[in-house]
């Protein structure tokens, strides 16, 4: 079974299978230019495209995309709009889907937020100081340990089947 998303959402459906029609037609979702007169829009003012990023984050009138939603949020945080600097650095420390969270990008739009007196990003902003401090710590746990360790399973282990006639064989 594999994970397949698209316009529709998420399913799992067993990996030898082809849903791909080529000669389906495929209805215009937006048949108005909404969303592309959103996004014209998004281009030159800081606050459509934090509502973009929003409408991608949530599947709102668009096909919900975590890596757009990033995109168009970051546009929006780094012309100024402050809605979307904190939201950037929520999305930062919890991490979006499958780009997991980076306390360290957390904390410099919390900051910048927070400097700006917003209240929200204030108290985020030492929760996200707290776990970059942890993956700090954790970074150097690793790098301390990780050779260590790399060095006795290249060593110290033996392999304890080898090929030998056409077959394993245990020694």
């Not at 360290?104 to 929200?120: D, H, S």
Request: charged share 25%.
């Amino acid at each position: 079974m594999i994970r397949v998303c698209d316009s529709k959402g998420c399913s799992y459906r067993p990996s030898d299978s082809a849903t791909y029609d080529p000669s389906a037609t495929v209805p215009d979702e937006d048949p108005e230019g909404r969303i592309a007169a959103l996004e014209a829009l998004a281009q030159q003012d800081p606050q459509a495209a934090y509502d973009l990023g929003l409408r991608f984050f949530r599947g709102d009138g668009v096909p919900q995309d975590s890596y757009g939603a990033l995109q168009w949020m970051r546009s929006a945080a780094e012309r100024g709009n402050l809605d979307a600097q904190v939201a950037l650095g929520q999305l930062y420390l919890t991490g979006l889907e499958e780009l997991g969270s980076d306390p360290r990008e957390a904390e410099k739009w919390l900051t910048i937020a927070a400097g700006r007196g917003n209240e929200e990003a204030q108290t985020l902003l030492a929760e996200a100081r707290e776990a970059r401090q942890a993956e700090d710590a954790y970074f150097k746990w690793r790098n301390r340990w990780r050779p260590l360790f790399y060095r006795r399973w290249y060593y110290n282990y033996p392999y304890r089947f080898h090929w030998r006639r056409g077959g394993w064989h245990h020694y």
